[in-house]
C-alpha cells in the first residue's frame, strides 16, 4: 500500500497478532478535531483556559495570575459542551436533555471515529466490538436530581439507565448503531481508554469481532471552573503542567474524548483500509500491594507491562535507558502468552 500523508507504510505482510488503527476521532480542550489535536502539539499550544479572561488561550510564555488562598482560577474545558446532534441519533430533545454530556459526545465521537474509518456499520458484514470508559457521572446529581419535577415524572430507574450510569455507555452505543459484537464498559480509572484498546485488540485476536471501536470519554462537571490547589496534591500550584520538569507541580485536569477504529491487520490490508498505525502488542496488570501507596504506581509492575508488552510485539527496547530499566525484570517471571 502506498503512505498515507502521515508517512506510514502498511506492511505487505502481517502477523496474526497485529492490530490495525483505520479509524480515529477526538475531541480536546482547544482542539474540537484531531486535526486542530496535533496542529496544537506541533506549536506547543497549552491547552488550559484562564477563566478570569474569558477562557482566553493562554501560551506558556503567558504570565501566571496570582493565586489567592489555593485557588486556581484554570481549567481545560471543552468546546460546545452543552451541544448534540439528537436527530442524528433517532432521540428526541428529552431523551438528549437528561443524558450525560459524556455520552452525548461519546456517541457522536463514535460516528465520526467510523466515517473516518471509511465505514458503514451497517453494511459490513462482520460483528462491531465496542469497549470503552468514562469518567464520573456527576450530570445526575448536578443536573437531573436537583429537578424534583423531572425526577417525579421519569422515575429515578429510567433517569439513571437512559444514558446517565457508566456502565450503558458502550452498549447505547451498540444499540443505536446496532452493532453485534461484545460491548463492555471499562472502569480501570485513569488507564481506563488504554485497557479499552488492549481488551478490544484482544476481542479481535480472539475472533469475537471483525472490528471494534475503543476509547475513552471524561468531561468535568460544573464546567468551566477552576480548582483548589493543596500542596503535595495532584493538582498544579500555577495552572500549567511541565512533565518531567523540576518546576512540576501537578496537573490540571481536563474533559475530552477520544477514539479508535481497530481491525486485524490482516484483515485492514485484505480491504485496503487507510492504515494509521499498527498496535504490535499490548500488556496490562496490576501492582497488587506493590507500591508505597493505592495511588503510586511501582516501577517494577510498569517495568513488568512494557516488558510483556515488547515480547509479544517481538521488539527490543534500543535505547540504553530503556534497556537498563528491562534489566531489573527477570524474563522467567512475566508469564508468556500464546499467539492466536
Keep these: ?25 477526538g475531541r480536546f480542550p482547544g482542539a474540537p478535531d484531531l486535526v486542530s489535536f496535533w496542529r496544537n ?38 468546546a460546545d459542551m452543552e451541544l448534540f446532534d439528537a436527530a442524528l ?18 456517541l457522536e465521537c ?8 471509511g465505514y458503514d456499520t451497517s453494511r459490513f458484514p462482520g460483528p462491531v466490538g465496542v469497549f470503552a470508559g468514562s469518567g464520573h457521572n456527576a450530570y445526575l446529581p448536578y443536573n ?21 450510569d457508566k456502565d450503558f455507555l458502550t452498549t ?22 488504554l485497557v479499552a484498546i488492549h481488551l478490544a485488540a484482544q476481542s ?27 500542596d503535595g496534591g495532584v493538582t498544579s500550584r500555577d495552572g500549567h503542567c511541565r512533565p518531567f520538569d523540576r518546576d512540576a507541580s501537578g496537573t490540571v485536569f481536563g474533559s475530552g474524548v477520544g477514539m479508535v477504529v481497530l481491525r486485524r491487520l490482516s484483515d485492514a490490508i485484505e480491504s485496503g483500509d487507510h492504515i494509521h498505525a ?13 507500591k508505597v501507596g493505592y495511588f503510586a504506581p511501582s516501577v517494577d509492575g510498569q517495568a513488568h507491562a512494557i516488558m510483556e508488552a515488547l515480547t509479544i510485539a517481538g521488539s527490543r527496547p534500543t535505547r540504553s535507558a530503556m534497556s537498563k530499566r528491562m534489566a531489573r525484570v527477570r524474563p522467567s517471571a512475566i508469564p508468556s502468552k500464546s499467539r492466536r
Design 1 to 25: 500500500m502506498s503512505p498515507d500523508h502521515h508517512g506510514f507504510h502498511a506492511p505487505a505482510t502481517a502477523l496474526a497478532t497485529d492490530i490495525a488503527i483505520v479509524g480515529m476521532a
Design 41 to 78: 502539539l506541533r506549536e506547543g499550544v497549552e491547552f488550559g483556559h484562564d477563566l478570569q479572561r474569558r477562557g482566553s488561550s493562554r501560551s506558556r510564555r503567558s504570565q501566571t495570575p496570582a493565586r489567592r488562598s489555593g485557588l486556581c482560577p484554570v481549567g481545560a474545558p471543552l
Design 89 to 106: 441519533f433517532g432521540l428526541t430533545p428529552r431523551e438528549a436533555a437528561i443524558m450525560d454530556p459524556q455520552h452525548r459526545h461519546f
Design 110 to 117: 463514535a460516528w465520526e471515529a467510523i466515517e473516518n474509518a
Design 144 to 164: 437531573l436530581l436537583s429537578n424534583p419535577d423531572l425526577v417525579r415524572s421519569t422515575g429515578m430507574f429510567m433517569l439513571r439507565h437512559t444514558g446517565n
Design 172 to 193: 447505547r452505543l451498540s444499540y443505536l448503531l446496532n452493532l453485534k459484537g461484545p460491548s463492555v464498559a471499562v472502569q480501570t480509572a485513569c488507564s481506563s481508554s
Design 204 to 230: 479481535l485476536l480472539a475472533l469475537e469481532c471483525d472490528m471494534a471501536l475503543a476509547g475513552g470519554v471524561t468531561i468535568e462537571l460544573p464546567h468551566r471552573h477552576g480548582y483548589l490547589h493543596e
Design 278 to 290: 499498527v498496535i504490535k502488542g499490548s500488556a496490562i496488570n496490576n501492582d497488587g500491594s506493590g
